[in-house]
């Protein structure tokens, strides 16, 4: 006769979370410092739609009081005070992240300049003095950069020249990921839910499964050729839809995952394996590519997936970065009617 699990045994199990911290490097997709504080994650990320979501928060209300009224401080036109609110805005959530973690933060660079190298450039610096400027070192710090030919340029001067570490986001094609470990950048985001949701949206097929999700088989590609070929970019799966899909990418050297599937995770006691392993991906027949700018603006031209969820991701976090503007804007004003132009909010 079987042997009947008791509860008390049952309690004692591992979760898929802490299953999952041992094979991966498990990242909080979230601006929320209090969802950061509960799953205590090695690293955070964020981007202009979840910061304007956490702007939006009464807990979070003092940083961005002290983002505007820094903006105001330094003068200007009201563009330069709205994008010095911005970055201040940026960095204040940033700073907070990291007194709850161990490791790094990602911060992004405005979607609206994904197709000027110089410009991103320029505000990844601003952005990590800013963090200086508050005690905060830069290898603390990935600067995210929209995974466009100029962003992977600026990632690759920023890393070389500057010692700048970039985290490449909005990615989706295996172009792109060749061209970033080219560019010796330090870390990969592949979206793995949004190139599921192009194929729901674009085929017959409504539902895959875990190994057969289009984004998880993505990923997947990504990591056995960076594997195989000793690169050292950190592949980051990112956007997911469901805990299949984390699941079936256990082993990855990093997922960033949102508060509510890590809450998910942290109540499954399912045995987890991992299926992405480096020595597995070494003994792989890969054939290794070549990549220069004509190559890449060709293959990754050729799909139309990437085209259309790179286009449409650039979109959505300017639309977001122009509606968080708006609210800062609004404030601005009230504070500048209510109290003038000499008075900073300490953090």
Known sequence: MAEV????????????????????????????????KEFQPQDATTNPSLILAAAQMPAYEKLV????????????????KLSNVMDKLFVNFGMEILKKIPGRVSTEVDARLSFDKDAMIKKAQHLIKLYKDVGICKDRVLIKLSSTWEGIQAGKILEEQHGIHCNMTLLFSFAQAVACAEAGVTLISPFVGRIMDW???????????????PGVKSVTKIYNYYKKFDYKTIV??????????????????????????????????????????????????????????RTFRWEHNEDQMAVEKLSEGIRKFAADAVKLEEMLKLSLHLIEERFGANRVTPL
């Not at 194929?199 to 999700?213: G, I, R, T």
């Not at 997911?240 to 079936?248: A, D, L, P």
């Not at 890590?262 to 890969?286: H, N």
Request: a negative charge; hydrophobic letters at 35%; aromatic letters at 4%.
């Open 65 to 80: 009081e002290n983002a505007i009224e820094y903006g105001k401080k330094l003068c200007g036109t009201e563009k330069e």
């Open 5 to 36: 699990e008791s509860p008390a045994k049952k309690q004692k199990m591992a979760s898929v979370l802490e299953q999952l911290k041992g094979f991966t490097t498990v990242v909080a997709d979230t601006g929320d410092i209090n969802a950061i």
């Open 236 to 293: 980051m799966g990112a956007s997911f839809r469901n805990t299949g899909e984390i699941k079936q990418l256990a082993g990855c050297d990093f997922l960033t995952i949102s508060p509510k599937l890590l809450t998910e995770l942290s109540k499954d006691v399912e045995e987890l394996t991992p299926f992405l392993r480096e020595k597995d991906a070494k003994e792989l027949d890969i054939e290794k590519v070549t990549m220069d700018e």
């Open 199 to 213: 194929h729901v949206a674009n085929s017959d097929q409504k539902s895959f499964k875990p190994a057969e999700d």
